[in-house]
């Protein structure tokens, strides 16, 4: 079993949609969860990071874990086509912990 | 706003060469790491690097793999005898406390 999971997409919105993005995730020892922002041939960009379970707010940017059902969500409002990149989900099992473990990605357009 | 540096953006190699990945990372930061992400597919965690040694490394990370820290800015990643399948790019990261790492805009690495 993979340890994230996360639909590659593509995934093609209209400008002003809300989007939401998701990975699942099978270790239940992973406590933090982030998300990055990827454009093409760049380097990820934390955007957001969450711990434990609950909601975090950030702008038009809100990230959400459930740990109950290890499910983790980035929902994006009023999307922009600066949006537009692939998104990363990832963990780790502590705030000290060393290796990041990545989802596949969810390439995102929002079409003007 | 800091940010991790790397040269070069793209390199490309003869089968068998070695090569050298170079990385400035963030100035006050303590871990440093190298992920690759091979065309199309998940960000994958190479080695992690602290007070001057390896701290942690995965099983991609063999005998053909060495970083070093060879003065106070500077993190390289060596690749003794690059093989096709070592084509990706690599990213250079690094954090303060561990985890959350700030990611360089990576180095495309060819080998041909």
């Known amino acids: 079993q993979k340890e994230v999971e996360q639909d590659p997409g593509p995934l093609s919105v209209p400008e002003g949609a809300i989007v939401s993005l998701n990975c699942t995730y099978s270790n239940s020892a992973f406590q933090y969860f982030m998300w990055y922002r990827q454009y093409s041939r760049k380097g990820p960009e934390l955007l957001m990071y969450t711990y434990s379970s609950g909601n975090k707010e950030d702008g038009r940017f809100t990230a959400q874990v459930d740990k109950s059902s290890k499910y983790i969500s980035l929902f994006i409002r009023d999307s922009q086509p600066s949006d537009s990149a692939t998104y990363l989900c990832a963990t780790l099992p502590s705030q000290g912990a060393q290796k990041l473990v990545f989802g596949q990605g969810t390439r995102l357009t929002i079409n003007p | 706003e800091p940010e991790v540096t790397q040269t070069p953006s793209h390199q490309v190699t003869q089968m068998g060469q070695e090569v050298i990945l170079r990385c400035v990372p963030i100035?006050?930061?303590?871990?440093f790491y190298w992920y690759r992400q091979i065309l199309g597919q998940k960000v994958e965690f190479l080695v992690s690097?602290?007070?001057?040694?390896?701290?942690?490394k995965s099983e991609i990370f063999d005998d053909q793999f060495s970083v070093e820290r060879p003065d106070g800015s500077n993190f390289t990643l060596k690749i003794r005898s690059t093989k096709l399948e070592d084509s990706a790019m690599y990213f250079c990261a690094s954090t303060l406390e561990g985890g959350f790492a700030f990611f360089g805009q990576g180095t495309r690495l060819t080998v041909v």
């Open positions: 690097f602290y007070n001057n040694e390896i701290s942690e």
């Open positions: 100035s006050n930061h303590l871990y």
